[in-house]
């Protein structure tokens, strides 16, 4: 499947322009789903590393006005990208039907409950730390065994929250409190993690900062053939889910990935 990113933020690091006019924001999602994205999601607090924290007012003047205007127009799922459990009740009751939690709920645990009250289904992404510290807890005897104990932590707590196992979606987190060489250890060896979990595997690679060597310091926004590699490599490996920027072109990387996989099977 394929998640077409929509951030609605002034300082996401990989669009070509930011989004935020409601109206352009609306379209561009409802582009997405023309260009075969089978999810959008939305997100309004930026994550990048050193990114500053947002109040859950302002985020939610941000993504609210969206989902709204997108409920009953969009034909595909959206998806909300917040850790803050009161954005994530405004956003379901307004039309999101997955959360989407960076923090797999290590910032606001509450938010498992909230999941579990709407019956909504939930995104666990690995990572330490905050987007400001982040950087300082990328230290790892073993990556892969790493992230596996802790994203088992993650699920333990939404299931203990009430969220059915089956509702659950697990992301390894590339480039979130991970060096370039961490990035690439968790792509190298999905196999492992959704061996170990035995849930389905999002993965967001889309523009990250983990390729810049490999590309010549090319900016974020034209790393999408560097991006085109990294998602060809995870729907190959088993992922399930890319989240992207360039849902047109990243789309036709994944049913071809897709194919030689199901031909391989």
Known sequence: MIMGILNVTPDSFAERGPQLDPGAAIQAALQMEFDGADLVDIGGESTRPGAAPLSKEEELARVLPIVRGLAGRLKIPMSIDTYKADVARAALDAGACLVNDVSGLSREPELGRV????????????????????????????????VVTELSASMGTAVGAGVPVGQIVIDPGVGFAKRPAHSYGVLARLPEIAAALGRPLLVGVSRKSFMREALADRPAVDRDWGTAAAVAASVLAGAHIARVHAVAEMAQVVRVAEEIRRHGQ
């Open 115 to 146: 999941v579990a009250q709407y019956g909504a289904a939930l995104v666990l992404m690995h990572s330490r730390g905050t987007p400001a510290t982040m950087i300082d807890h990328a230290v790892y005897e073993d990556v892969v065994a790493d």
